[in-house]
């Protein structure tokens, strides 16, 4: 890395914005090693004599091979002719808007201006031959695409988040600090929203058990939470695996999938019961090469009906365009009778959480609440189960908080079924 602010070094104890951004781009890497090019600029002085830095990256397989956010056009400049020249960045020559990735020919920076806050923030892209290339390699390749989160004490990311708010141990104080930072009450509401969300999945295991399913794909799966801090609201959190080993008998299969690495470390050590699952480290924004991988395809029967968990994983995919393609891919190739369970951070008037969509981006964690025909609109045409689109712990009566308010949970839930006939 070619800037002098190492954002991944331990000790330092708010994370730059630098640090910010490059955890958020580092979500977009098809390869790691783009990250070794990310070039720190420094930014300013303002006006009122301010400094800042930025991270440029160039973010390669998708369509934005390179992208850095500035504020106002005196800092786009900056940023210009700082990347100029610079390996891994195409020469700066253009303001228009950015070549498609499908003419790797015109490679060129784009400018996007938008307001954010009164003041304005631009945004600007480009592609570049290692972009393009591994683009290209992703689409052609068998194996399952992802970038792995790294495992930076310095750079939070949403698993080990979460893992806090449970209650885990698998976090660490730069994870903690971010509901630290909040009101004692808003770290409450936002911690019990996740504990709702965690015994969740009994009641799903039991009503696809009960339709003979033996099959559980756990998209976005987290870390198990074996051993949490007690806490009023914390019960023990139960595995999947230990889940659905109670209720299936013959052959049950469970596979987890997530793209955080640290998860794979705690992997295997926490399994108490069979069935034994798979873990299988990937991106769910992929959905289309996840799904068709080998790996996926020895590891599920795709003849029969498979249950899939995508619980509190949405609202982290800002990009609604990407989560509804992935949706559509996943449901077109689930076989009948399968069932798809989603969890869904939503807004309730008592409890707003778009109120923590701020602090949460500062810490680089893309939170995305959305609205509840949005959320029902995951489905397709699949029809919703009763009672329909609700809060999880409302779900079935069995939840242990089913007597909690409607708005705690801050999410809704829906179960739906794949048709025998149709497609997604
Ligand atoms: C809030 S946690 C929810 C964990 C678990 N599903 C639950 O309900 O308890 C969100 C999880 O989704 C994972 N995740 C987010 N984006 C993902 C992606 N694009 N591909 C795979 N996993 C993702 C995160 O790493 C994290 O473990």
Redesign the pocket.
């Known amino acids: 890395m070619t800037h002098h602010d190492d954002p991944t070094a331990s000790g330092s104890s708010v994370p730059t914005r630098a640090a910010r951004e490059c955890a958020l781009l580092a979500e977009r890497l098809a390869d790691p090693a783009l990250l070794e090019q990310a070039v720190e600029i420094q930014l300013g002085p303002e006006d009122d004599g301010s400094t800042d830095t930025c991270l440029a990256v160039p973010v390669g397989g998708r369509r934005v091979a390179g992208q850095v956010t500035v504020m106002g056009w005196g800092q786009a400049t900056q940023v210009m002719l700082a990347l100029t020249g610079r390996p891994g960045f195409p020469d700066v020559r253009d303001f228009g808007f950015g070549a498609g990735i499908d003419e790797p020919r015109a490679i060129r920076w784009g400018l996007h201006i938008q307001s954010a806050e009164h003041r304005e923030c631009a945004q600007m892209w480009g592609y570049h031959a290692a972009g393009v290339e591994a683009y290209v390699a992703e689409r052609e390749s068998e194996a399952v695409p992802v970038t792995p ?1 790294p495992d930076l004490p310095t750079v939070p ?3 080990r988040f ?1 893992d806090a708010l449970l209650g885990g141990h698998d976090n660490y104080a730069e994870d903690r600090r971010i509901f630290t930072g909040f009101a004692w009450e808003e770290a409450e509401a936002l911690a019990t929203t996740a504990v709702i ?2 015994l969740h999945p009994p009641a799903i295991v039991r009503y696809c058990a009960d339709r003979g399913i033996t099959q559980y794909l ?5 870390f198990p939470v074996t051993d949490a801090t007690p806490h009023p609201l914390t019960y023990r959190y139960p595995t999947l695996h230990d889940l659905v080993a109670k209720e299936v008998v013959e052959d049950p299969r469970v596979v987890y ?4 690495i640290r ?1 794979y470390r705690t992997a295997g050590i926490e399994i108490e019961a069979g069935p034994q699952p798979e873990w299988v480290l ?4 992929y959905m289309g090469q996840l799904l068709s991988s080998s790996r996926m395809r020895r590891l599920l029967d795709w003849d029969r009906p498979i249950a899939v ?1 995508l ?3 949405l609202p ?2 800002p990009d609604d365009g990407e989560a509804t393609v992935s949706l559509a891919v996943l449901r077109e190739q689930l076989p009948p009778g399968s069932v798809l369970s989603i ?1 869904h951070a939503a807004d309730f008037d008592e409890n707003p959480m778009s109120r923590f969509i701020k602090p949460l981006h500062a810490a680089g964690l893309a939170f995305t609440p959305r609205g509840a025909r949005a959320i029902g609109g995951l489905f397709g045409n699949w029809p919703l189960e009763s009672p329909g689109l609700v809060p999880p712990h409302r779900w079935r009566p069995e939840h242990p908080h089913a007597e909690l308010p409607f708005h705690a949970a801050g999410a809704l839930a829906g179960v739906a079924v794949k048709p025998e006939t149709g497609r997604g």
């Open positions: 989160l990311t949403v698993a979460y969300n965690r756990d998209l976005g799966c987290g999938v997530d793209h955080d998860i990937g991106d769910i924004r968990l619980h509190d994983v982290w995919i969890t």
